[in-house]
Nanobody, 117 residues
Framework: HVQLVESGGGLVQPGGSLTLSCAAS????????MSWYRQTPGREREVVAT????????AYAGSVKGRFTISRDNGKEMLYLQMNSLKPGDTAVYYC??????????WGQGTQVTVSS
């Protein structure tokens, strides 16, 4: 069965860095575009970054471009998000999923990122 397990979140000061990880299983990871998404209470989940199956193409939301880097390791079925120069506005629960999200509606538990002094 499909599993997406996000980790690496935490509390960080403004200007700090975090690296999120996502362990994927139960589907053909390398054949799928993958994205990081984030959600704050009362708001729609938004796409933060997307990467192609082979990892040779990436795209970012304007609010994170130049600060975040998405990457993947298809051999390990892992997705990563390196986040630098974090701002309070980056505070959210971060999720990984296929791009577009899985049709079966599955989402992992997410990982909380809090940027605060």
């Amino acid at each position: 069965h499909v599993q997406l397990v996000e980790s690496g979140g935490g509390l960080v000061q403004p200007g700090g860095s975090l690296t999120l990880s996502c362990a994927a299983s139960g589907f053909t990871f390398r054949n799928n575009f993958m994205s990081w998404y984030r959600q704050t209470p009362g708001r729609e989940r938004e796409v933060v970054a997307t990467i192609s199956g082979p990892g040779d193409g990436t795209a970012y939301a304007g609010s994170v471009k130049g600060r975040f880097t998405i990457s993947r390791d298809n051999g390990k079925e892992m997705l990563y998000l390196q986040m630098n120069s974090l701002k309070p506005g980056d505070t959210a629960v971060y999720y990984c999923n296929t791009a577009p999200p899985r049709r079966d509606g599955y989402w992992g538990q997410g990982t909380q990122v809090t940027v605060s002094s």
